[in-house]
């Protein structure tokens, strides 16, 4: 993780900060000037996902995200089983 972290620093996409209320952890932050080229690098997979969703009527993609909503709180209660303290992004 601090290889990808440090990757995404130098590169200008986040910020680590010190936690003021643990000095042993630090707080990722994403820097929000970037929105824009992010959006700009990702157009074409967003074209993709609307055409996608665009043959999908209304009902269908509100049980697909009722799906993916339920996986992830699956996902999120085992990690938090597992180690209450880890803190999760989201």
């Known amino acids: 993780m601090t290889g990808v972290l ?4 130098r590169g200008g996409w986040v910020a680590r ?3 003021p ?3 042993r952890a630090v707080v990722v932050r994403v ?3 970037r929105g824009a080229e992010l ?3 990702y157009s074409g997979m967003n074209t993709s996902m609307d055409e ?5 009527a209304d009902t269908e993609l509100e049980l697909l995200a009722d799906f993916l ?4 709180n699956a996902g999120r209660d085992a990690t938090d089983e597992l180690n209450p303290r880890l803190p999760l992004i989201g």
């Open 6 to 9: 440090d990757r995404l620093e």
């Open 17 to 19: 900060d010190r936690d």
């Open 21 to 23: 209320s643990d000095r």
């Open 31 to 33: 820097l929000r000037d």
């Open 39 to 41: 959006f700009r690098l």
């Open 52 to 56: 996608i969703c665009a043959g999908y």
């Open 69 to 72: 909503r339920r996986t992830t």
